[in-house]
């Protein structure tokens, strides 16, 4: 390297994303004293914290390339892919988690003047960056190598200290110098990603159409029939689903069923991926059960590999891209990957495939979801958050409310879990109410404790059961399970991977939680809210922005000298209420049978302001039996 360049100055500034403060545009420049700006640096700091769920959306909003990156990388939360922590396609296996650490950079483009060029400089500008200011806030330093004219650049990168993630076409730098990385020799790492193994046969550009007098559709209807000239078994077998592929495939020439198409597909790899049964199960029958562990293709995939990674793009194309609730695996992909998994002589963990459909349905990975979509992680994480709430929230009743006083509306913001109540419900707001608010978070915990089905409908019969007395007053007054069960869900995620990762901070080195099973579905907080029973179309909390609404109509009711008179219609009931409850601590058991007939009578109106009225006597049964033995 020229000593002419040794007193470079850098720069590097951040501009805020104009929609996400997460996604920040990085600027870097090396400069000279005397002979100025020689090299240009440009990128982004990306930071997942909050992101929700929304990472894809937001890379993708950005450009094709971040697009491209992210999509092949990261889940819709921002977190690595599990297909590139072990395995044929984890490369030489050096990264793993350590890239679901919150800010990453990612280097779009690294530009020295032509006349400069291979004296250093470049190297000089990517360790300015690791030294700037920005040093303690970023993990890992990310980059696609390419270059205009379509070739890779890989060599400067690696030199540099970046090795491949996976077997992809993406290089990594991280900045921990304990990390793998650094201990792995340039020709020790992948030296080839996947893709560049099996280059996209060349398209025609526009103007070769043009030149070549044929419309868009002929030239594409001339490229599928010359891929059915050259691949006949593989179009056969992605396209015909009926019992006759069994004669065709049984007719061609053996050495075709083991032959790969342009992109290293065997014929295996067509029939799991188009769900086409009848052609696997003939395909086994000819012996080609060891093409079921091939992975020499486009994608480094075996036919098994390449079914999950087409259902969990499926799921997160629709998710994401297409904001749609989505409903759960087809049954068609998940008896495939029962056959599959059967035929490889690997545990299913179920006796058939309608136990395992049930069992896989909601993305379960760890075969210990309960209902298939409940992990065990995601139950410890909604247990804390209600423990925490039901913990909390009687110390609002030593010093938030005043006895037999409705709390303005100005207080309710300092009430544990109080932005969780509808503004509509702000006049009804007494200590009696919020008594019964905490303990359906109570009911809550125990349900989520003792593993019981969690859902709205099993949470209110638990609550009107167990915590009559408490929650008498709440569910009268209009309150609903509903309004809780928002406040565990929200606050979990919040506090999740998907949120400020507070959470994983706190149980990093909880031995309870470190032994649970990880699993796909441990931060699928859209999906548990839609299964509990909170439709995603109905407003939820937070409702702060309502509050000033709700403060300007009380000042309007002072207006009307009305308010004095509610007031003290409220106190009259809450005295009434408080009455029936001591009289319930004083009543023997023919006085509690005595009350179940009087709640029987206000089973509609209590219905009317749950979720669907009291449960069925089998759940309700389930209820006692449980409630008996705690």
């Given at each position: 390297?020229?000593?002419?360049?040794?007193?470079?100055?850098?720069?590097?500034?951040?501009?805020?994303?104009?929609?996400?403060?997460?996604?920040q545009t990085l600027i870097g420049t090396a400069t000279h004293p005397t002979l100025g700006e020689l090299a240009t640096l440009s990128g982004y700091i990306i930071y997942r914290r909050m992101l929700g769920g929304d990472f894809l959306v937001m890379m993708d909003e950005e450009s094709q390339e971040?697009?491209?990156?992210?999509?092949?990388?990261?889940?819709?939360?921002?977190?690595?892919?599990?297909?590139?922590?072990?395995?044929?396609?984890?490369?030489?296996?050096?990264?793993?988690?350590?890239?679901?650490?919150?800010?990453?950079?990612?280097?779009?483009?690294?530009?020295?003047?032509?006349?400069?060029?291979?004296?250093?400089?470049?190297?000089?500008?990517?360790?300015?960056?690791?030294?700037?200011?920005?040093?303690?806030?970023?993990?890992?330093?990310?980059?696609?190598?390419?270059?205009?004219?379509?070739?890779?650049?890989?060599?400067?990168?690696?030199?540099?200290?970046?090795?491949?993630?996976?077997?992809?076409?993406?290089?990594?730098?991280?900045?921990?110098?304990?990390?793998?990385?650094?201990?792995?020799?340039?020709?020790?790492?992948?030296?080839?990603?996947?893709?560049?193994?099996?280059?996209?046969?060349?398209?025609?550009?526009?103007?070769?159409?043009?030149?070549?007098?044929?419309?868009?559709?002929?030239?594409?209807?001339?490229?599928?029939?010359?891929?059915?000239?050259?691949?006949?078994?593989?179009?056969?077998?992605?396209?015909?689903?009926?019992?006759?592929?069994?004669?065709?495939?049984?007719?061609?020439?053996?050495?075709?069923?083991?032959?790969?198409?342009?992109?290293?597909?065997?014929?295996?790899?067509?029939?799991?991926?188009?769900?086409?049964?009848?052609?696997?199960?003939?395909?086994?029958?000819?012996?080609?059960?060891?093409?079921?562990?091939?992975?020499?293709?486009?994608?480094?995939?075996?036919?098994?590999?390449?079914?999950?990674?087409?259902?969990?793009?499926?799921?997160?194309?629709?998710?994401?891209?297409?904001?749609?609730?989505?409903?759960?695996?087809?049954?068609?992909?998940?008896?495939?990957?029962?056959?599959?998994?059967?035929?490889?002589?690997?545990?299913?963990?179920?006796?058939?495939?309608?136990?395992?459909?049930?069992?896989?349905?909601?993305?379960?990975?760890?075969?210990?979801?309960?209902?298939?979509?409940?992990?065990?992680?995601?139950?410890?994480?909604?247990?804390?958050?209600?423990?925490?709430?039901?913990?909390?929230?009687?110390?609002?009743?030593?010093?938030?409310?005043?006895?037999?006083?409705?709390?303005?509306?100005?207080?309710?913001?300092?009430?544990?879990?109080?932005?969780?109540?509808?503004?509509?419900?702000?006049?009804?707001?007494?200590?009696?109410?919020?008594?019964?608010?905490?303990?359906?978070?109570?009911?809550?915990?125990?349900?989520?404790?003792?593993?019981?089905?969690?859902?709205?409908?099993?949470?209110?019969?638990?609550?009107?059961?167990?915590?009559?007395?408490?929650?008498?007053?709440?569910?009268?007054?209009?309150?609903?399970?509903?309004?809780?069960?928002?406040?565990?869900?929200?606050?979990?995620?919040?506090?999740?991977?998907?949120?400020?990762?507070?959470?994983?901070?706190?149980?990093?080195?909880?031995?309870?939680?470190?032994a649970l099973p990880t699993c796909a579905n441990d931060n699928e907080f859209e999906l548990v809210r839609r299964m509990v029973g909170l439709d995603s179309e109905k407003k939820w909390a937070p409702y702060r922005r309502y509050r000033q609404r709700y403060e300007d109509d009380d000042d309007d009711?002072?207006?009307?000298?009305?308010?004095?008179?509610?007031?003290?219609?409220?106190?009259?009931?809450?005295?009434?209420?408080?009455?029936?409850?001591?009289?319930?601590?004083?009543?023997?058991?023919?006085?509690?049978?005595?009350?179940?007939?009087?709640?029987?009578?206000?089973?509609?109106?209590?219905?009317?302001?749950?979720?669907?009225?009291?449960?069925?006597?089998?759940?309700?049964?389930?209820?006692?039996?449980?409630?008996?033995?705690?």
């Open positions: 390297m020229s000593t002419l360049f040794n007193d470079l100055a850098f720069s590097f500034t951040l501009e805020e994303g104009f929609e996400n403060w997460q996604l971040l697009h491209e990156f992210s999509a092949t990388l990261f889940d819709k939360n921002g977190l690595l892919k599990p297909r590139f922590k072990a395995g044929y396609r984890s490369g030489t296996g050096c990264w793993a988690d350590e890239l679901n650490e919150d800010a990453l950079a990612y280097i779009e483009d690294i530009t020295v003047k032509d006349e400069y060029r291979r004296q250093g400089i470049g190297s000089q500008l990517l360790q300015g960056l690791r030294e700037s200011k920005y040093k303690s806030e970023i993990s890992n330093i990310l980059c696609w190598p390419s270059t205009r004219d379509g070739s890779a650049p890989t060599a400067f990168f690696i030199k540099n200290g970046f090795r491949r993630i996976g077997r992809t076409q993406f290089f990594g730098y991280s900045m921990d110098a304990e990390h793998p990385t650094h201990q792995i020799l340039a020709s020790d790492d992948v030296q080839q990603s996947v893709r560049e193994a099996f280059p996209l046969p060349p398209q025609p550009s526009y103007y070769e159409m043009l030149a070549s007098g044929q419309t868009p559709n002929e030239i594409s209807d001339n490229i599928k029939r010359e891929r059915q000239r050259k691949f006949a078994i593989h179009c056969a077998i992605a396209s015909n689903m009926s019992d006759s592929i069994a004669q065709v495939i049984r007719r061609v020439h053996k050495a075709d069923l083991y032959a790969p198409d342009d992109a290293g597909f065997l014929p295996m790899h067509i029939a799991v991926q188009a769900r086409n049964m009848i052609a696997f199960k003939t395909l086994l029958t000819l012996g080609r059960v060891e093409d079921l562990q091939n992975h020499h293709n486009a994608d480094g995939a075996t036919p098994l590999e390449l079914l999950r990674d087409n259902m969990v793009n499926g799921r997160e194309f629709m998710e994401t891209l297409l904001s749609a609730n989505w409903l759960g695996y087809a049954d068609i992909d998940l008896s495939m990957e029962y056959a599959v998994k059967t035929a490889m002589g690997m545990d299913t963990g179920c006796a058939t495939v309608q136990d395992y459909i049930a069992q896989n349905k909601h993305g379960c990975t760890c075969g210990r979801c309960l209902g298939g979509w409940l992990s065990p992680r995601m139950i410890f994480q909604l247990s804390v958050q209600a423990a925490f709430c039901m913990d909390n929230m009687p110390l609002d009743e030593v010093f938030v409310f005043k006895k037999r006083q409705v709390l303005d509306s100005s207080d309710i913001i300092h009430l544990y879990s109080g932005e969780f109540i509808p503004p509509s419900l702000y006049p009804n707001l007494s200590l009696s109410f919020y008594r019964g608010f905490t303990a359906v978070f109570r009911a809550a915990y125990e349900i989520l404790e003792d593993a019981f089905p969690f859902t709205a409908e099993t949470v209110l019969s638990h609550a009107r059961y167990a915590y009559y007395s408490e929650t008498i007053n709440f569910f009268r007054k209009g309150g609903m399970v509903e309004y809780a069960l928002d406040a565990i869900t929200s606050n979990a995620k919040d506090q999740s991977m998907v949120g400020d990762r507070e959470f994983y901070a706190t149980f990093a080195d909880d031995d309870e939680f470190v009711m002072d207006d009307d000298d009305d308010s004095e008179e509610d007031e003290d219609d409220m106190d009259d009931d809450d005295d009434e209420d408080e009455d029936d409850m001591n009289e319930d601590d004083d009543d023997d058991e023919d006085d509690r049978d005595e009350e179940d007939d009087d709640e029987d009578e206000d089973d509609e109106d209590f219905g009317r302001r749950g979720p669907g009225g009291m449960p069925d006597s089998a759940v309700m049964i389930a209820f006692l039996e449980m409630t008996e033995a705690r």
